[in-house]
């Protein structure tokens, strides 16, 4: 009851903290504006969207840490990629596949963790640029705290970008970027 307990404040801390991001992360643009411009243009209704399927994203792997590498909200994360030829994520100076990606995201959420304790960003970092009205750029410094079974409670900072891009109707992310901050 207490790990469920706590998943729920968790989720429901993001889902406040959904409304708070869409009006208050930044549109990337130009210093020269040019209203013809791609980069000047916004998207206040996908930026919304893109922020709502990372809310999601953030539920599905709090609410499946520790439930299992086939878990159902394994299954969920998963399926907030578009996976193919074209994916690709780079991670602490690696670059992995489709498969290779999937298999990273159910081993560490769905095996490797007990629990989320904290799933969240640095304030101000959050970044959301959205080009043509279906590629969006999500940016971010983590500020995640994980209970990991081999290592303990962990920090993990890293700047993330997720490239997503609007695919029969939903968000789905075609790209990952982690890199650990240095400090």
Known sequence: ?????????????????SFLCVSTANVVASEKPDNNSVIDQTYPQAQEEVIETFVAIAGSIVAGAGQGYDGEFMDQLIS????????????????????????????????????????????GTLNVAVYYGNVANLTFVSDFVLDHKDYGVI??????????????????IVHEHHSPVKE
């Open 1 to 17: 009851m207490k790990k469920q307990f706590g998943k729920t404040i968790i989720f429901g801390l993001l889902v406040s903290l």
């Open 80 to 123: 907030f990629h578009a996976y193919g030829d074209k994916f690709v994520e780079f991670n602490d100076g690696m670059a992995f596949d489709s498969a290779g990606n999937e298999h990273n995201e159910r081993q560490l959420f769905g095996e490797d963790l007990n629990e989320v304790l904290y799933f969240g960003f640095k304030e």
């Open 155 to 172: 920090t993990i900072e890293n700047q993330i970008s997720l490239l997503f891009v609007k695919t029969q109707g939903e968000w789905k």
